[in-house]
């Protein structure tokens, strides 16, 4: 089992920079690639971005490219979603995840924290 803790969420303004983080303990040696999805209010939980640990190219949802960035440091188990330029149609609750698979399904998910974006 992998647990996955999120923090940084809250209240930021359009245009503004949020950095949300991810913290993962417990089978942490099995994990191949951690990301980042969130829901909107009334809307389903979509993809925002990924990575895998060794390093390779991240991916990014197109509503998010070129402002988000996901990075992380293996050694702190801890993935980085840092979100710039933020719109109002960026407000969700974001969650963290991880799997131990090259692909398909994240297996293990966050809590969720709370962005909301104000314009």
């Known amino acids: 089992q992998v647990q996955l803790v999120e923090s940084g969420g809250g209240l930021v303004q359009a245009g503004g920079s949020l950095g949300l983080s991810c913290v993962a303990s417990?089978?942490?040696?099995?994990?191949?690639?951690m990301g980042w999805f969130r829901r909107a209010p009334g809307k389903e939980r979509e993809f925002v971005a990924g990575m895998m640990r060794s390093g390779t190219t991240p991916a990014y949802a197109d509503s998010v490219k070129g402002r988000f960035t996901i990075s992380g440091d293996n050694a702190k188990n801890t993935v980085v979603l840092q979100m710039n330029s933020r719109k109002p149609e960026d407000t969700a609750v974001y969650y963290c995840?991880?799997?131990?698979?090259?692909?398909?399904?994240?297996?293990?998910w966050g809590q969720g924290t709370q962005v909301t974006v104000s314009s």
């Open positions: 417990g089978r942490t040696f099995s994990s191949y690639r």
């Open positions: 995840a991880d799997s131990s698979r090259t692909g398909g399904p994240y297996e293990y």
